[in-house]
């Protein structure tokens, strides 16, 4: 029997119903989320549960929703429907004995991102959906920030999914609840649509001058506009290859493939995570600090020389990524991520099937780290997505395309 799927409870006209006890019975991740208490002020509905149908509700009957493509409204349902995925995880109680819910919308970006990649579904569609997760509560305080951190957050979530489709869940999601302030959220996303639409990123990217510029803006946004037009100094000839994605999904593959004759990075040196710690003797398990010290020295050795090289680590989230291409913009170099995925399946038997094989409970703790880099962090991303069990170069990201 089938597993039951999100689009299959994606609500169609003429009808536009919610199928509320379907969804409840047929994902297990919902289940958890029955009974789950909630800040009295803030969500005087009552329980998270009671909150999830409200905002479905008011979803499926926006007019602006209802306008969507069938595959905008997809990604809009879905997004709505894993919102608060992880406010069961993040529940607690403030001094003055509040619920609070911190880190719901990034570990529930995580969380979405497992459940939609174990379930198949594309890339671009999967990460649409996450990035509105991430973000969800932005456009209720944006108008309250600072000019530099609004501009930010508006810019930046122009890169990884429309602006529109996010003001869409976020007015769901205020009209969803019962509290003191629930018209000045509903005005609040208003005016985040009328930030968007001043810096033209709405319903599109923002348009950077280059790469270079939207680069080196998201690396002093409090000094520099969007806007600013910089002259890109670098130099295509002098460009690191940063490798990102889990143990096991190809990258070691598809680098050795591309270094031969006529491809990305064709005779390039390695700094390799994984070679490293074999010639070291030190197991996936163990502390890496030594190893990270002698890929970064040989890291600094191609970059003195201004030689391109391909950094082959796991790299899986911002935290881990951003250091690295400080290091390469800091010594001029152009930065471009590759980034490796493959189905769930493949991925774990492929783990098993390697020498230095990855233990699972260090998989999972991998992938609730896991966030695939975007335009945010260096000059291009290139993403090896699989086609038809093949893994394929099909996208090359720059800063006027979605994922």
């Not at 780290?369 to 893994?391: D, F, I, S, Y």
Request: glycine share 6%; aromatic share 8%; charged share 25%.
């Amino acid at each position: 029997m089938r597993a039951a799927r999100i689009e299959d409870f994606l609500p169609e006209p003429p009808g536009w119903t919610v199928d509320v006890q379907g969804l409840f019975e047929s994902f297990p991740w919902m289940s958890k989320l029955i009974g789950v208490t909630q800040d009295a002020i803030h969500h005087g509905e009552g329980t998270l549960e009671k909150h999830l149908v409200l905002v479905l509700e008011a979803l499926v009957g926006s007019a602006e929703f209802r306008s969507l493509s069938a595959e905008d409204r997809l990604v809009s349902f879905a997004a709505a429907l894993l919102h608060d995925v992880c406010k069961p995880e993040t529940w607690a109680l403030d001094e003055e004995g509040r619920i609070t819910n911190k880190g719901h919308s990034r570990m529930g970006a995580n969380e979405a991102r497992q459940i939609l990649w174990r379930a198949g579904w594309p890339f671009h569609m999967r990460e649409r959906v996450c990035a509105i997760i991430a973000v969800h509560q932005v456009p209720f305080w944006l108008i309250e920030r600072e000019q530099w951190r609004a501009d930010l957050a508006v810019v930046s979530t122009s890169l990884v999914v429309e602006n529109r489709l996010l003001a869409i869940q976020a007015e769901a999601d205020a009209r969803g609840r019962v509290c003191p302030d629930r018209e000045r959220l509903i005005e609040n996303v208003e005016l985040y649509r009328e930030a968007c639409r001043d810096l033209g990123c709405y319903d599109r990217p923002f348009a950077f001058h280059n790469d270079h510029s939207r680069l080196q803006y998201f690396r002093s946004p409090d000094a520099k506009r969007p806007d600013v037009k910089l002259h890109d100094t670098t130099d295509e000839g002098f460009t690191v290859s940063i490798m990102s994605g889990m143990p096991g999904s190809g990258k070691s593959t598809w680098r050795d493939r591309e270094r031969q004759a006529g491809g990305l990075v064709a005779g390039q040196p390695v700094v390799s995570m994984d070679q490293i710690r074999f010639a070291a003797g030190t197991k996936p398990t163990d502390d890496q600090g030594r190893v990270q010290q002698e890929a970064l020295r040989q890291a600094r050795e191609h970059l003195a020389a201004r030689r391109s090289f391909v950094w082959d680590g796991v790299n899986l989230d911002w935290q881990r990524r951003q250091p690295l291409a400080s290091l390469c913009l800091d010594y001029g170099a152009r930065t471009r991520f590759v980034y490796v995925e493959t189905s769930a399946d493949r991925l774990f038997s492929q783990n098993e099937a390697r020498k230095a094989q990855v233990p699972q409970s260090v998989m999972q703790r991998m992938l609730r780290k896991w966030e695939p880099p975007t335009a945010v962090e260096c000059h291009t991303v290139e993403r090896v997505l699989p086609t038809n069990g093949a893994l394929t170069l099909n996208v090359h990201l720059q800063s006027a395309h979605h994922p």
